[in-house]
């Protein structure tokens, strides 16, 4: 059976495992008594600790906004497993059959994201809290004061930034320095051995800029190389590009580079006895900076898989490898 070590999340006092499992489904389209408790049942037999869920999830599903939180809640209250380290994420602007408005990150917004997660998740602090997009034209300053005034009030334990660019994350950590507050911790993209068909938009100077999905692109990753600033993924497994032989996810990842790199997976995976998919997994655990891979299998089978990359170790000429790289 896998049993995931736990190590430490650098810069804070976290011990979690190697894989984060995302929640994004739970408690709308999984029946919360039979499927999400059996693939949970999973994840913690495998020693995993690590769930990652948001304000906003699952709104497209009939439970609604909010409703992963409160599945996470009741999943706790049944279970008692109280080692789980959960982070949720606010600030998000909107989506049809969510909600709009215009300034997410204003002080009264995360105020009231931060209220309704904690009522949600039925704790008293959030463990890690993400901040889901970033409004380019809001200050970072002001946006760390407000998320450190959560953090007096004993409301939130750490920081991480989802869908942030790097230069505003060393902006937002920078002022935190100076003024001995805390910044971000880790980073929350979209980040696989794939490389999407379409690049990141050009930042713009208003608050619509922020309002995007990023991929981390290879700029990104040498600031993340430099900084050792964590990176906690999503979209991973590229929508299971490399588990399936390219057929899923075909529209966002099928181009001429991924062809090349999900066949040297294979032929890797071949010679070592695992997946192409745990192949691509294990690459980005291989990174020379921290990157804790958030995995959303919602088959048992498929998550088995994903947990054992866990236990697939690459050499840095294997991960070299896979992009083309001697």
Known sequence: ??????????????AVSPICYGAGSFGGNLDPGKDADRLLGIYRDAAGNFLDTAHCYAFWTPGGAGCSERFLAGYVRRNGCRDLVIATKGGHPGAPGYRTVEHWLSPARIEADVDDSLGRL?????????????????????????LNREIWRGRLRWLGASN?????????????QAHGLRGFVASQPEFSLAVKNTPNPAPTADASGGNV?????????????RTQLPVVPYTSTAGGY?????QSAKKAFDNEVNRRRLERAQALARELGVT???VALAWLMGQDFPVIPIVGAR???????????????????QIRSLTGGS
Do not use: C
Not at 300 to 311: F, I, K, Q, R, V
């Open 1 to 14: 059976m896998i049993a995931m070590q736990r190590k430490l999340l650098p810069g804070t006092d976290l």
């Open 122 to 146: 039925e704790v008293e602090r959030i463990d890690l809290y993400w901040l889901h997009r970033d409004e380019t034209a809001r200050p970072v300053a002001e946006i760390i004061e407000t």
């Open 164 to 176: 942030w660019r790097p230069e505003r994350i060393a902006e937002a950590n920078a002022y935190a």
């Open 213 to 225: 999905m990023l991929f981390l692109e290879e700029p990104d990753q040498a600031w993340h190389r």
């Open 242 to 246: 490399f588990a399936s032989g390219g």
């Open 276 to 278: 192409a998919g745990q």
């Open 299 to 317: 088959n048992p089978e498929h998550l088995s898989e994903d947990l054992g990359a866990a236990e697939v170790r690459l050499t840095a000429e």
